[in-house]
């Protein structure tokens, strides 16, 4: 089957809406946030770790999983689900933006892109055929269009940016034509146009005239400022069509989230509360903790006194885990990103009551960070 | 209290003993294998998944808690039962092993001996007292005797094994002296005298003149064959007194641990299951499994097939698990360290079954690995 999108309920404050989105693989909640499982596997987490989380549906990155295993191999297993043992939803990206990011990039033109692999120097060649060649293989349930990702730094020029726009529509037609089951995949469109409000514009036209099951914000998130984020998508989300999943891409902070939810979004993905996790940043409601800092060697409490996850749930306390970054021991990783994860889960079940109950200034108020400033940047990317 | 130790049955065919010690922080049951928390941590797994391997007590190194994050440090935090949270009993050898071993020597006498952390440069004296003041403030439920433990290479001359025998038996009076909380923490002494009868035999007599409540076996696995390992085991535990717990440090296989349970040894540590998964190794009743090798990359079965741990059990396979340790994910460590300490303990479970049903021959064959060679040295050591 392919996927099937409920909504339960409407803010009256805003554009928010709480849903239900069925997979081949289950339901996942909406507004959902999507772990990064880049390379089919959470670095640090067994699938029943990321479970205990309340995480219901992983996103893996095609590049990542094209380059090692091979996308071939992953479906000689059958499918991500099977081959990392992920029993639930499971989205790939289009390998675009790690392409574009990330990558040795080598060439690109209207067919597609080609670049060095990070993991042998070989050149690679990506088009839309081959991104969904790749997501066929892989096997998820939410696949993505291979789009034209340029960065937002202030010399891409305008041009560049319309290219992107008129690029991405081209190959999400030949993404289209070339995905063939759609009961089993459900496949996204992508809109791109930077920070140009026109170009969005033009570019959610462009796409959604395309039927699909669901489309996504993407070219954001990928250097620009959190107030440029912020005005891109309360311009973008209520164009895109009201009955369909709406994925902003690689976004973000806590604050960030609550801004696009009451815009409309309802999936999110990001590698912030693992990546920093894993460097010993420790998201609460009140703000991130550095763990690392000698202030906490002797604190015997736990990142949270009222977190229910298994790190603060079994009293493994902010001294202790100073200590494993201290010693270089894996665990510290491991224990902060579950944490981490289960904070940005718990504040997905508070934006949904908040939604239900319009309980919006009260949900600002039980988490102080919605109204702090932001550590660090924001990144759509790759673990 | 201090421990108590009851032995529930003995063997018809050979000297092994199943029994249960009783601890401040619960039961462990005997022959017992103990994990190596080196530095207050399983590398890579949290106690919970600890406990699932069905471990009951683990070992910290002293060496390594006393450089970091400092022993005074963990009694700040009550002990490392509540520093860790790992709330069954815990071990913590002397600090002596490690520092002949690993640590750059400086100077050795009969006070003690000075060495360069490997933390910080620093110049760190270690003396029996110093050692039990350590251990005091770890705060495990046993506690190791400091030694003089020197390596079994060839060119050690005889006179430098007898005046370790000499040595230990006399910082074992001065810890003895210096550890005065005995009913919090018991203290085991240690026989030394390397592979000579002579001086094992008197480094018997002489430790267990001094009243303790336990008794260990040093000094092996520092380098000799298997064989010798064996010979040294099987004089050497049949003098140690019956009705105290009889420690067996730093081995070993499993080869090797079934031996010394015939010989009458109940409790082991061992680095082997962990450091050994973490480099990709999978135990399994039938031998090792390397899993970076390529002949696994297609391979959908899990390490073992009947193996209950929650690797296996959860159906990750030997070319997944392959595959993230090709992709470098910390995942992999974490998964083959599960199912080595599983395999462990599904070994004491059978041994345990062997002596109370004398199935010593049902256990070789369901245990093919207990009749082939081993595939690397031994090692009495830290994570």
Chains 1, 2 share one sequence.
Request: hydrophobic letters at 40%.
């Amino acid at each position: 089957m392919a996927i099937r999108f409920e909504i339960l309920g409407r803010s009256s404050e805003n554009n928010a809406r709480i849903g239900r989105v069925q997979t081949p693989h289950g339901v996942f909640d909406t507004p959902a946030f999507m772990p990064v499982a880049t390379a089919a596997a959470m670095k640090g987490l067994t699938p029943e770790q990321v479970k205990s989380t309340g995480s219901q549906i992983l996103l893996n990155n095609t590049l990542h999983c094209m380059l090692r295993p091979g996308s071939e191999r992953i479906a000689a297993f059958g499918s991500s689900h099977t081959f990392m043992r992920w029993h639930g939803p499971i989205l790939t990206d289009s390998g675009g933006f790690q392409a574009f990011s990330m990558a040795d990039l080598r060439t690109l033109d209207d067919d597609g892109v080609t670049f060095r692999s990070f993991v042998d120097g070989a050149l690679v060649r990506m088009t839309p055929e081959i991104s969904m060649r790749a997501q066929n293989q892989i096997g998820a349930d939410i696949i993505m269009a291979f789009d034209d990702c340029p960065p937002a730094a202030a010399d891409v020029p305008q041009q560049r940016v319309e290219q992107a726009v008129q690029r991405s529509v081209a190959w999400l037609q030949r993404c289209k034509v070339a995905h063939t089951d759609t009961q089993r995949q459900s496949l996204f469109g992508i809109v791109q146009g930077g920070t140009d409000c026109a170009l969005r514009k033009q570019s959610v036209e462009q796409t959604c005239a395309i039927e699909l099951p669901g489309y996504a914000i993407g070219g954001v998130a990928v250097g620009e400022s959190a107030n440029a984020i912020a005005d891109v998508v309360q311009f973008t989300t209520p164009l895109l069509p009201v009955d369909r999943p709406r994925y902003l891409m690689g976004v973000g902070y806590p604050r960030d989230i609550v801004m696009a939810v009451a815009a409309g979004v309802d999936m999110f993905d990001c590698v912030l509360p693992t990546r920093n996790g894993r460097n010993a940043l420790a998201f609460t409601r009140a703000g991130p903790l550095r763990l690392r800092n000698a202030r906490w060697a002797l604190d015997q409490n736990p990142i949270e006194s009222d977190c229910d996850c298994s790190t603060c749930a079994n009293g493994l306390s902010r001294g202790y885990l100073r200590h494993l970054f201290s010693a270089g021991e894996m665990l510290g990783p491991t224990l902060v990103s579950l944490h981490n994860l289960r904070l940005y889960q718990r504040l997905m079940l508070d934006i949904r009551r908040a939604i239900v109950c319009n309980a919006w200034s009260s949900l600002r108020s039980d988490w102080p960070c919605l109204s702090a400033a932001d550590p660090e940047p924001n990144g759509e990317e790759s673990e």
